[in-house]
């Protein structure tokens, strides 16, 4: 039986791993992970639940009786508290902005990276987030760190915003793009920051279906397609 395929996407806020990995999963027919939807998700079931976000063993207790599930597919991650698809509640701004704070728990990021191992074990797989490479799938076939400039992931983070009709200027985005950064890089648990043998990748000036092809480009020359 051949190896299950794994490709780690890592990188900051706004630089393009959600919309490359949903484009790959599909072009590849493979399942896709999105493992932030998971820390959102509980981020959500905290804030509904009163909780301090500050407090690990409150935020742990949530995450242990919130039944987060996801449903796994090529192209797509649908995430559930109980029945209810949050797939689409947990993008706003007040549900990321909040959502470093819970990541930051070292039991918290121990229990959603065991799930995320169970949910893609033996399966060919894209797994997107922010310590893929370095926690969650060290020993992944191919490594990608998507970088952009910060300008343009606030950028795009805000024409987001403007399309699911959330109030944000740019200015403000660019705000809390830079302080999501300064948070991520800056954690204890698991920070932001590029493994050994990631392959880099400058999405900058990249419209998408140019990531696409360079991600493409470098499984074939690693033989994976």
Do not use: W
Not at 43 to 51: H, P, Q
Request: aromatic letters at 4%; a negative charge.
């Amino acid at each position: 039986m051949n190896k299950a395929l794994t490709i780690a996407i890592d990188g900051p806020v706004g630089s393009g791993k959600g919309t490359l990995s949903v484009a790959l999963s599909k072009k590849l027919g493979i399942l896709y992970l999105y493992t932030g939807g998971m820390y959102r998700a509980l981020t959500l079931a905290c804030i509904r639940k009163g909780v301090n976000l500050s407090d690990e063993d409150a935020v742990f207790e949530v995450l242990t009786t919130c039944n987060l599930h996801l449903k796994v597919s090529s192209g797509d991650t649908v995430i559930y508290l109980g029945e209810e698809d949050v797939t689409d509640e947990i993008i706003r701004p007040e549900i990321s902005n909040k959502t470093p704070i819970i990541a930051a728990h070292p039991r918290v990021r121990e229990e959603m990276v065991r799930r995320q191992k169970e949910i893609v074990e033996g399966h060919d797989a894209i797994i997107e987030g922010r310590d893929i490479a370095t926690v969650v799938a060290p020993n992944a076939e191919v490594k990608i760190f998507l970088t952009a400039s910060l300008e343009a992931r606030s950028f795009r983070r805000f024409e987001q915003f403007k399309e699911r009709g959330i109030q944000k200027t740019y200015e403000e985005v660019l705000s809390d793009t830079s302080e999501r950064d300064s948070l991520d890089e800056n954690r204890v648990a698991s920070p932001l920051e590029k493994h050994k043998g990631t392959i880099e990748v400058d999405t900058t000036a990249d419209r998408v279906e140019q990531t696409v092809a360079k991600v493409m480009e470098i499984l074939k020359e690693r033989q994976f397609i």
